[in-house]
């Protein structure tokens, strides 16, 4: 991948986080400027940026609250007053919380709104703030590329809560009606993690975690840098693929 996408820009929601920061030091690598989009963790996303291998361009981190559209233009007009493009858009903000699925009164409205918010309407408001400079024609050709991170819960039902897993369905199906909506000046794939060994994970009680583990065919977690490498390679390789999601799963589902 080195340098593949040299000259390219990338904005990465929730850049800062445990999956999303492995994204950015992939899109990095492959020699992307990127815009780390950060809603509370502006010292973690500019520690990341000071952190990234150089490119061309310098990377930047900007604010990029999903369940504020207002705030989500501003990030566009910066990225266009930046950059003059954005090819490559990563939807990897994401939130949660444990809710056992039996206790529906723990599934409260608001969470459910928080979830839904930031889950599905985050990156469908993303794209749109940002879908101008995404079907941009560029000089040495090419699509405009979004990828929504997504999770095995969308299809297995089984995850933190009932509304995260609805959710994740939600933004696969979404990234369906987006894929054909915005073609063909934009691609749009959902990469879908089973459980990624993230320090959030990490720190969760180890007997759950070595389950979750031995009930999936490849016997581990995802690391956070199989997610990224998903991303890339839906940036760098397959160019024909829209519309599709791409499990990082060790095959859970199978099991
Ligand atoms: N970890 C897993 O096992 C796993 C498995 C499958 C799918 N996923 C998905 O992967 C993505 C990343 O998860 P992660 O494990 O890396 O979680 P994480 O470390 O908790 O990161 C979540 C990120 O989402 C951002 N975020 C939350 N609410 C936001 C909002 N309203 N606006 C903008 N950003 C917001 C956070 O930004 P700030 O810190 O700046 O607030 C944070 O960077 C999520 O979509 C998650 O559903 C994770």
Redesign the pocket.
């Known amino acids: 991948m080195m340098r593949m996408l040299q000259g390219q820009v990338a904005v990465v929601?929730?850049?800062?986080?445990?999956?999303?920061e492995a994204i950015c030091r992939g899109l990095a690598g492959a020699g992307c400027a990127v815009v780390v989009g950060?809603?509370?963790?502006q010292g973690p996303?500019q520690a990341l940026v000071d952190s990234l291998p150089a490119v061309d361009l310098p990377h930047a981190a900007l604010k990029?609250?999903?369940?504020d559209s207002a705030a989500l233009a501003v990030l566009a007009t910066e990225v266009q007053a930046r950059y003059g493009r954005c090819d490559i858009l990563v939807n990897?903000?994401?939130?949660?919380r444990f809710v056992a699925h039996p206790d529906l009164d723990g599934l409260d409205n608001s969470l459910i709104d928080q979830i839904l918010t930031?889950?599905v309407r985050?990156p469908f408001a993303a794209v749109r703030a940002l879908k101008p400079l995404l079907a941009a024609p560029r000089a040495e050709g090419g699509t405009g590329l979004v990828v929504n991170?997504s999770?095995i819960a969308a299809v297995s039902a089984m995850g933190s809560n009932i509304m995260y897993c609805a959710s994740k369905a939600a933004l696969d199906n979404m990234t369906k009606s987006l894929a054909r909506a915005l073609a063909p000046q934009i691609r749009v794939l959902s990469v879908s993690?089973?459980?990624?060994d993230?320090d959030?994970?990490k720190s969760l009680d180890p007997a759950w975690r070595n389950e979750q583990a031995g009930r999936t065919p490849l016997q581990r977690l995802a690391l956070p840098e199989e997610v990224a490498a998903a991303v890339l390679a839906a940036a760098t390789h397959l160019t024909f693929t829209t519309g599709a999601v791409i499990p990082v799963d060790g095959g859970r589902p199978l099991a």
Do not use: H, K, M
């Open positions: 929601t929730g850049g800062a986080g445990g999956i999303g950060y809603n509370s963790s996303a990029a609250p999903v369940t990897c903000a994401g939130t949660t930031t889950n985050g991170i999770s993690p089973g459980l990624a993230t959030f994970v």
